[in-house]
């Protein structure tokens, strides 16, 4: 499935799987195959360096669904969002991520104008702020 990205929680995972390898002294190679890859090489890298992740958006909560939802093209529906933003994790609070699904799955089934039409609906349905 390309539509994909990583969680950070996954690429510890494969860090665990390569590192066996690396222990034997074999030269590792990972790629990836989806639309995050770029994103997704690079957070792995700076975890392999620094052993700390880049946040895959730039706020918590709201509006970490906001920096996403922002870059969809609309009027949309909710399965359509679900389909095309809904497999990227956003940051819930500091240190803790959840796919856009989650979010998006209690949206009442309408189409949405904008991005702020679909942060409304949010707001009243999971009670974010």
Known sequence: MYY????DIELQ?????I????????????????LSMLEDGVRFMEYLVKRTF??????????SIKEVIEKTRYPTSK???????????????EGKQAR???FLDDLPCKSYKNADDLLK???SVKHLD
């Open 4 to 7: 994909y990205q990583y969680s």
């Open 54 to 63: 880049p946040k895959v958006t730039c706020s918590t909560g709201l509006a």
């Open 79 to 93: 399965s359509v969002l679900i389909k095309k933003v809904g497999w990227r994790p956003m940051e819930v609070e």
């Open 121 to 123: 609906d949010l707001k």
């Open 13 to 17: 995972r494969l860090k665990e799987l």
């Open 19 to 34: 590192a066996p390898y690396e222990k034997e002294g074999k030269e590792v190679y990972v790629l990836f195959n989806n």
């Open 100 to 102: 856009l699904s989650t």
